[in-house]
């Protein structure tokens, strides 16, 4: 499977680094992915190839003109005989998730709009966007680095892309949870060890543990996730002893105040 992304950018030269290095790189060569940069600019009418012009209704900052940015994703139509999911990076879309990437990393050409200045003409969002997306609460100068963001999380569920089949899928987030700990050699470092299950060489034990720490990290840094999650029954139980000796613990220091 290959899957082709066309950029649609005002800054092309933004991507030459992260696009042509590492894993990214090296899934370009094997041509398991496409990456096509496409300057807006270039489907300017003017003479100074502008893009951008003053809001009807008057307001501060230049928006971003439907022109180029349709006849851009028009050409980029023609060329691959139609389109797939036509995207937006906005910070008024929805917010990227692993579950999003999974199912980007399911089409066969995606099209990125990089939004920039006040932002883009609203016939953009309404007559040609299929969807919106935001990677965070924040804002950016531009969609350039949610473009290098998306095409690196889709990138990387692509088969053949990363070494193992199931890297992708121990990541955080990938199951839900948190990742787990990690260790390498050397076996003490400073003093510092290894928890000895890791050595134990009982892979049922070692996945048992891994589990059960990706589970206990989640709930203290990102409990959020755990509502989403369908909880098997041994890790209900788990959260059930946890929440009990939380409960226990609590209580002891509110004993020791009183007294």
């Known amino acids: 499977m290959t899957i082709s992304f066309d950029i ?3 800054f092309p030269e933004m991507f030459a680094g992260p696009l042509t290095s590492s894993i990214i790189k090296k899934a370009r060569e094997r041509g398991l992915i496409e990456i ?6 270039d489907f300017s ?3 100074h190839r502008t893009v951008d012009d003053a809001p009807f209704g008057g307001g501060g900052g230049m928006v971003m003109e439907p022109g180029p940015i349709f006849e851009a994703v028009d050409f980029v139509r023609r060329r691959h005989g139609g389109a797939g999911p036509v995207i937006l990076l906005d910070p008024q879309g929805e917010r990227f998730t692993q579950e999003m990437a999974r199912q980007l990393a399911r089409e066969k050409h995606l099209v990125l709009i990089c939004g920039h200045y006040e932002g883009v003409d609203e016939r953009v969002r309404e007559y ?20 290098m963001v998306i095409v690196d999380a889709v ?13 992708a899928e121990d990541d955080s987030f990938a199951r839900g949870l948190l990742e787990y700990p990690q260790y390498t050699r050397p076996r003490t470092y400073r003093g510092f060890g290894v928890p000895e299950v890791l050595l134990s060489g009982h892979h049922g034990e070692v996945e048992r543990w891994r589990r059960q720490e990706a589970l206990l990290r989640t709930l203290v840094r990102r409990p959020d996730l755990l509502a989403s999650r369908e ?15 939380i409960n226990r613990l609590l209580a002891g220091a ?5 007294q």
């Not at 096509?36 to 600019?41: A, T, Y």
């Not at 990138?155 to 890297?167: C, F």
């Not at 909880?231 to 000796?245: D, F, I, T, Y």
């Open 36 to 41: 096509n940069l496409v300057n807006i600019r």
């Open 231 to 245: 909880l098997e029954a041994w890790e209900r139980e788990l959260l059930q002893a946890v929440g009990e000796q």
């Open 128 to 147: 040609l966007v299929t969807r919106e997306i935001s990677i965070g609460d924040y804002v950016l100068t531009g969609g350039e680095l949610p473009a």
């Open 8 to 10: 649609l950018t005002l």
């Open 254 to 258: 509110r004993k020791d105040v009183v």
């Open 155 to 167: 990138a990387r569920l692509v088969p053949g892309v990363l070494g193992e089949a199931e890297a």
């Open 45 to 47: 009418r003017t003479r």
